[in-house]
């Protein structure tokens, strides 16, 4: 079976605990890949263990073809006071190297995209992207997404650079 052919029988599903190890896996891939960042595995697993046990933190939606989990996304929310409603943000993206370009992220977003649309209290679909992650704006970009003018700010107390660890640290 080529892999056009398993796309056809493509499931897109809730993710469950017992997806965990994969998830993971995929997300310790996805940082090296992007941003070359090597991940702590088990602050990792638990993190995406955290996300089962509060379903207030997200949910992940995979995609499944042939019984493997060949791609992924992660959704959080943020609460917009301006709209009155909540923002979905799409993380943890991932597909299968072997995957990729088969449409796959597509079917997990608009899968996404239909649950947001039917929640009342929905008010829009957001994600952020490395910026040297061309390919990935491209594929955002086609499946009608719009680049904003924000940019993202932040101070990382687990991933930042060590010096930046050491001088939060030392202002407790």
Known sequence: MCKSDS????????????DAETIARYNRAMAA?????????DRLLAGVRAVFEDA??????????????????????????????????????????EFR???VFRQLYDH?????????????????VEGENHRAQRVY???GMDRTSYRLYEVDFV???PEDNATASNKT
């Open 7 to 18: 796309l056809m029988n493509l499931q897109i599903r809730t993710a469950k605990v017992s």
């Open 33 to 41: 890949e992007t941003e070359s960042i090597q991940l702590d595995g």
């Open 56 to 97: 207030s933190r997200g949910f992940y939606l995979v995609g499944e073809s042939g019984g493997r989990v060949v791609g992924q996304l992660m959704v959080t929310y943020e609460w917009s006071d301006w709209r009155n409603g909540v923002f979905w943000w799409i993380q943890s993206v991932y597909v299968e190297p």
């Open 101 to 103: 370009g088969t449409g």
């Open 112 to 128: 996404a995209l239909a649950l947001a649309r039917a929640g009342s209290s929905v008010c829009g679909i957001r994600l952020y």
């Open 141 to 143: 970009e086609r499946v």
């Open 159 to 161: 991933l930042g650079a």
